[in-house]
């Protein structure tokens, strides 16, 4: 199957920036998702990446890079809400390419 | 608004007993999707549907089974459960491929006793 790494956990202090890391090793995939769970919550998605370089919205950036095999999600003007799991995922080639699997997901943890 | 709804938020079986998780979205999706989430191991997939009567293995789909026969249910079986089957079952659906978000159930939290 895929392979999706991620740190398992980060904590940072509230207005810090924190980056999150996901590298892989596939090939042929469409692009990078980000997803954000809660503590008992569903995860929601974040963003997507479809091609190389970064996308904003809002405190949240995404970027990355095929040729390096790696992600990341950034996180600016750190707030305690951020506190939450952040997971890398991927759509692998299958037959229908909807498939979507994820990482083990980043702990992160936000101080006063 | 976009609803994927799991049929039950904790449950608690017998080993051996056969379980049936539902998962029922009302968004006209054609993937669907079963995770199991563990401490550290983030969200493994069970299995996966691409449309109806059509199913694809995820990377631990050992112990477990599925059934898709209408578009907005897929309902994942264990059919004889055992306590390693204890854990969090999510359930996600999203239309299409590539860049679009998948919607997730709020979770069934099996206990197999």
């Known amino acids: 199957g895929q392979s999706l790494e991620q740190p398992s956990e980060v904590t940072a202090v509230e207005g810090a920036i924190v980056q999150i890391n996901c590298t892989y090793q596939t090939s042929g995939f469409y692009g990078l998702s980000w997803y954000q769970q809660h503590d008992g919550g569903a995860p929601t998605f974040l963003s997507y990446?479809?091609?190389?370089g970064l996308e904003e919205t809002g405190r949240f950036s995404s970027f990355l890079s095929r040729s390096d095999s790696y992600g990341y999600l950034l996180l600016q003007e750190l707030q305690m809400k951020d506190s939450a799991s952040y997971f890398c995922?991927?759509?692998?080639?299958?037959?229908?390419?909807?498939?979507?699997?994820f990482g083990a997901g980043t702990q992160v943890v936000v101080t006063p | 608004d976009v609803k994927v709804t799991q049929s039950s938020r904790y449950l608690v079986k017998r080993t051996g007993e056969k379980v049936f998780l539902e998962c029922v979205q009302d968004m006209d999706h054609e993937n669907m999707f079963w995770y199991r989430q563990d401490p550290g191991l983030g969200l493994r997939l069970i299995y996966f549907?691409?449309?109806?009567?059509?199913?694809e293995k995820g990377d631990i789909p050992e112990g477990y089974s599925v059934s898709r026969e209408k578009k907005e249910r897929f309902s994942l079986i264990l059919e004889s459960a055992s306590t390693n089957q204890t854990s969090m079952y999510l359930c996600?659906?999203?239309?299409?491929?590539?860049?679009?978000?998948?919607?997730f159930g709020q979770g069934t939290r099996l206990t197999v006793v």
């Open positions: 996600a659906s999203r239309q299409g491929d590539r860049d679009t978000e998948a919607f």
């Open positions: 990446n479809a091609l190389d």
């Open positions: 549907s691409y449309d109806v009567k059509m199913k």
């Open positions: 995922a991927v759509s692998p080639p299958t037959d229908s390419w909807g498939k979507l699997q």
